[in-house]
């Protein structure tokens, strides 16, 4: 990919591969990254799902977070925010 487009979903890339809490295969991430946009999906939104999964997940051991690759194949930035209840 070298047009300003391309550029951009790379960016975006790259700061999903820093903010999702359980790295995958990167190579396969980039893919369904590329792929997701390409078919109309929002990058922004992509990484600011995987922002929100990050902090959802904190607690969370790894074996139960979805790795980045799935992550992104299985389209998950779609699913709705988990629903914390405040203590008190």
Do not use: T
Not at 23 to 44: F, I, N, Q, T, Y
Request: with cysteine.
């Amino acid at each position: 990919m070298s047009d300003p487009a391309a550029a951009e979903v790379d960016l975006a890339f790259a700061e999903f591969w820093n903010i999702h809490p359980r790295p995958g295969d990167r190579d396969a991430c980039l893919k369904h990254s590329r792929d997701a946009v390409l078919a109309g999906e929002d990058a922004g939104l992509i990484v600011s799902a995987a922002r929100r999964y990050s902090v959802e997940q904190k607690d969370n051991r790894s074996a139960y977070i979805c790795r980045s690759d799935n992550w992104l194949r299985e389209g998950r930035w779609r699913e709705e925010p988990v629903q914390v209840e405040p203590d008190g």
